[in-house]
Every structure is written in structure tokens, then in C-alpha cells.
């Protein structure tokens, strides 16, 4: 049972291989780390919470795969909460982060380059993204 916002959804969305969303969280479950979570995060990172910060870099990712927009819920601190957008679905494999639902109808379309300015998270991108090819080309 997938708990990820947009989970039913996500089994309509595939890439050339076939692999859906759900695939890919599954794969990025072994994949997420407290080296690619947000370091302003970290001290809430865990093991039992592997989403925790790894927003922008994972619906980046998925963009990369998919194509579609990645959109950003305001969070009220200055920071935004990133899911993906392909076509008319919508899914989220990191909201499992939250402990209470998130309004994602006031959502900000993000741009890559303005995320990837901050070298550390362009550096956590690119991690998880080795991690992942590294994954499918064992599979």
C-alpha cells in the first residue's frame, strides 16, 4: 500500500521502461539519505522518516524521467514543498514527510535552475541521481 500523496494516480504515469512513480519510490525508499536530505533537515531525518527533505531533489528527478512541472507548496517559512505535475496528475513521493495533509491547490510552478543554485542541493540532486542510474543499470 503506497501512502504518497497521489499514489493511485501514479500507476497511470510510465516511463520508457514501464516503471511507474510507484517504482520509483520504491527504488529511492534504499536510496534516500540523511546525505541527501536538506541540511537544514537533518536533525529530523531518520530511517523511519526517509522523505524528510528530500523534496526538490526527488520531483526534480521525476521531472528528468517524466517530463511535466514541478510545483511548490508555500510552507509560510520561505521555503516550498516540491511534488510533480505530469499531464493531469498530480503526485508527491515525499509527502509522507507531513504529518498532516498539505493544500496543494495553491501550488508555485518552481524552476530548476533558481533550486539549483544553492551548489549543496544541485550536489544532493546529482547524488541521488548517481544512486539511482547506479540502481537501474544493477536491476
Not at 21 to 41: E, G, K, Q, V
Not at 43 to 65: E, V, Y
Not at 87 to 93: E, H, K
Request: proline letters at 3%.
Amino acid at each position: 500500500m503506497y501512502k504518497f500523496y497521489g499514489a493511485n494516480d501514479a500507476k497511470n504515469i510510465m516511463d520508457k521502461n514501464g516503471l511507474t512513480p510507484r517504482d520509483y519510490y520504491d527504488l529511492l525508499s534504499s536510496l534516500w539519505s540523511f546525505d541527501t536530505c536538506a541540511p537544514r533537515m537533518r536533525d529530523s531525518w531518520s530511517i523511519n522518516n526517509k522523505t524528510k527533505g528530500q523534496c526538490s531533489i526527488t520531483a526534480f528527478l521525476m521531472q528528468d524521467i517524466y517530463g511535466g512541472d514541478v510545483y511548490g507548496i508555500p510552507l509560510g517559512d520561505g521555503n516550498y514543498h516540491c511534488f510533480n505535475k505530469v499531464g493531469r496528475f498530480i503526485f508527491d513521493l515525499t509527502s509522507e514527510q507531513f504529518h498532516e495533509p498539505l493544500d496543494y491547490s495553491n501550488a508555485v510552478l518552481q524552476n530548476r535552475d533558481i533550486h539549483f543554485m544553492k551548489e549543496e542541493k544541485k550536489n544532493r540532486y546529482l547524488l541521488l541521481k548517481k544512486r539511482l542510474e547506479d540502481k537501474l543499470f544493477l536491476k
